[in-house]
C-alpha cells in the first residue's frame, strides 16, 4: 500500500510536469523573505502557482507569492520556489516540506535555500549575508513518523547538512567578486512571534549566529534524499538582548532589509550556479 505521502508528492509532480512537460531541474532554489527578486534572473520562465497543484499548501507568509517558477540559469535548468510554506503558517510538517519533496522527486541534484534571520552574533548587522554552515533545529524533524523508504535512509547522517564544496565555491566567488561574507550557524525556531531578548541571548550562548522560522525543515528532507545544500541567511534585524526600552521589531523592516541584500544574493547564487 503506498504511503499517502508518497502519494501526494506523485500527484503534484505529475500536475507539475503536465505544465512543464520533459523539463528536469538540476537544481533547486527557495527564495526567503523578500527575497523574491532572484526570480527575475530566471530566463524563459514558466510559472506554476502552487494554488493549481492537487492538495498543494498555500503561501500566507508576507513577501511569499506561492509560485513555482521553471527556467533557466546560467544554461542550467532551475526549478525555484517563490515563496516557501512555514510551521507557523498552521500546516503540518509533511505539508511544510512538500514543495521540496516535489523538486527532489523532478530531478534536482543541488538546493540552495535563503532566508531572512536575526543576527545574534554581535558582529553580525542589517544587510549582511551569512553562509550557513551548521544549523540547531527547535522545529519539529519533518522525518517524524513512518520513514519513506524509497526517498531515504530511517537515520540519515547529518555531519554536513550543508555541503562543505558549495561553502568553498561561494567564498572564492564572493572574493573574486567584492561579497563580504558571514559564516555562522543558523537557529530555527517555530515562530511566528519574535524571540525575546533572553530567547536570543540563549541562543547565542548555545552557538547560533543568526535566527529565523524556517529553512532547516527543507534542509533536512533534502539530506534525507542525498542532495547536496547550499543556505544562505539574509541579515535583516540585530537580534540582541540588550535593546533599549522602546524597540520593536518590525517584519515590514525585515522584508524591506532582505529587498536591499537582494542584488548581492542573486549576483553570488547566479555565479555558484554557472560554476556547477
Known sequence: M???????????VSALKERLGDFTPEIGIVLGS???ALADSIENPVTVPYRDLPGFPVSTAVGHKGNYIAGYISGKKV????????YYEGYGMDMVVLPIRVMIMMGIKYLFVSNAAGGTNFGFHIGD???IKDHINLLPNPLIGPNLDEIG???PDMTRPYDPSLIRMAEKIAAENGIELKKGVYVGGTGPSYETPAEYKYFRLIGGDAVGMSTIPEVIVARHAGISVFGISVITNEAHDDYAEDYVNDGADVVEAANAAAAKMTAL????IENL
Do not use: E, V
Not at 2 to 12: A, F
Not at 79 to 86: E, S, V
Not at 269 to 272: R, V
Open 2 to 12: 503506498t504511503d499517502h505521502r508518497i502519494q501526494k508528492i506523485k500527484d503534484s
Open 34 to 36: 523578500g527575497l523574491g
Open 79 to 86: 526549478l525555484a520556489m517563490q515563496g516557501r510554506i512555514h
Open 129 to 131: 549575508l551569512m553562509i
Open 153 to 155: 535512509p530511517r537515520f
Open 269 to 272: 547564487i547566479g555565479k555558484m
